[in-house]
């Protein structure tokens, strides 16, 4: 699956929201071992999809696992490996929990959050796919 492939829907989950972010390319075994330049860029992005997870649902956005299903088609198309998935799952969690424990309900600095977050998305998304796709 190619980079762009991947990004894409997630892109496209943002925009539908305000900001989606799209999955992309899967590197080959021997790169998913390595760091690769945009490492950073996608545990951000894991670390807005778990914010989002938490966020859109406390605000009855009713979207159920949207966003832990996006963090996982991110996983499967970027195939990492040690320390780099668990980096990526970490940002995830690291998102989800930041949240959880400051929000019991929803509030307007909660759907601001929301709105935050999915442009950065979307914009983190877009530049990872024109910058790194195949």
């Given at each position: 699956m ?18 989606p ?47 832990r ?46 709105r ?19």
């Amino acid at each position: 699956m190619t980079r762009r492939a991947v990004l894409a829907p997630i892109l496209a989950a943002l925009l539908v929201l305000g900001s989606p972010v799209a999955p992309g390319w899967a590197p080959s075994p021997a790169a998913a071992q390595q760091a690769v330049p945009f490492d950073g860029d996608l545990r951000r992005l894991a670390e807005i999809l778990g914010a989002l997870h938490y966020l859109r649902e406390l605000c009855g956005a009713a979207e159920g696992q949207k966003w832990r299903n996006e963090m996982q088609q991110l996983v499967d198309a970027e195939t990492p490996s040690g320390s780099r998935r668990a980096q990526m799952i970490a940002s995830f969690n690291r998102g989800y929990r930041l949240y959880q424990q400051g929000y019991r309900t929803c509030t307007p600095s909660a759907e601001t959050a929301v709105r935050r977050y999915l442009q950065e998305g979307a914009k983190l998304a877009r530049e990872v796919t024109a910058r790194y796709a195949n």
